[in-house]
């Protein structure tokens, strides 16, 4: 059997959310009621090329279908200060979200890193230089142990600088608003610091 795959309590359970019948759905995907009704009974299971229609269907994305994961987000007005941050740990990519979201890369799905405040050894360091911010961060950058990033964070806006082992854990920011800067150690995770 195959593992996270779509249930038939999924589909069910998204074909009711949007006060549709299975007649009405199985029209939608161009397959039989019959059909809609063994998926949901758990007596057959969707062929993988029907997964895209039914999810377009049902409204939602191929991966909160298989997941049986809707997401419903709350932010609606996008508060850029409830920002979540993915990092895949096998690519290094960054990506960001300010409501929920399923975000997958390089063949697997992501949470949004736990944050913590940021301690002694990962203190970022503010200094006004014209009419911007130096921030530096007292860290060693080798090949096995570095900052990845740091980014400022205020409620309408993310700046993020990616940062590479060998370089500086430095960067520059227009500090503008009130907010958090973050920083994202390979070996600790995620930072923030109130400024």
Same mark, same amino acid.
């Given at each position: 059997?195959?593992?996270?795959?779509?249930?038939?309590?999924?589909?069910?359970?998204l @074909?009711?959310? #949007?006060?549709?019948?299975?007649?009405?759905?199985?029209?939608?995907?161009?397959?039989? *009621? #019959?059909?809609?009704?063994k998926?949901?009974?758990?007596?057959g +299971? *969707?062929? !993988?090329? &029907?997964?895209?229609? &039914?999810?377009?269907?049902l409204?939602?994305?191929?991966?909160?279908?298989?997941?049986?994961?809707?997401?419903?987000?709350?932010?609606?007005?996008?508060?850029?200060?409830r920002?979540? +941050?993915?990092?895949?740990?096998? /690519?290094?990519?960054?990506?960001?979200?300010?409501?929920?979201?399923? !975000?997958? /890369? /390089?063949?697997?799905?992501?949470?949004?890193?736990?944050?913590?405040?940021t301690?002694?050894?990962? @203190?970022?360091? !503010?200094?006004?230089?014209?009419d911007?911010? +130096?921030?530096?961060?007292?860290?060693?950058?080798?090949?096995?142990?570095?900052?990845?990033?740091?980014?400022?964070?205020?409620?309408?806006k993310?700046?993020l600088?990616?940062?590479? *082992?060998?370089?500086?854990?430095e960067? @520059?920011?227009?500090? @503008?608003?009130?907010?958090?800067?973050?920083?994202? /150690?390979?070996?600790h995770?995620?930072?923030?610091? #109130? !400024?």
């Amino acid at each position: 059997m195959i593992d996270n795959y779509v249930t038939g309590s999924t589909i069910k359970q998204l @074909r009711e959310q #949007k006060h549709m019948t299975q007649n009405e759905l199985a029209a939608l995907i161009d397959v039989s *009621p #019959k059909t809609i009704s063994k998926w949901e009974t758990a007596k057959g +299971f *969707p062929d !993988i090329s &029907l997964l895209e229609p &039914l999810a377009s269907a049902l409204s939602v994305s191929v991966i909160e279908l298989m997941s049986g994961n809707a997401v419903d987000n709350k932010n609606i007005s996008a508060n850029m200060l409830r920002v979540k +941050f993915y990092i895949c740990p096998i /690519c290094g990519n960054i990506i960001t979200a300010v409501g929920e979201s399923i !975000i997958s /890369c /390089c063949g697997i799905n992501l949470l949004p890193s736990e944050t913590e405040e940021t301690d002694d050894a990962h @203190r970022i360091i !503010i200094e006004n230089v014209e009419d911007e911010h +130096f921030l530096t961060v007292n860290h060693e950058m080798t090949k096995k142990h570095y900052i990845s990033f740091l980014a400022h964070v205020t409620s309408d806006k993310i700046q993020l600088i990616k940062l590479y *082992p060998e370089g500086n854990a430095e960067c @520059r920011f227009n500090l @503008r608003g009130k907010g958090y800067l973050y920083l994202y /150690c390979n070996h600790h995770g995620l930072m923030k610091q #109130k !400024i």
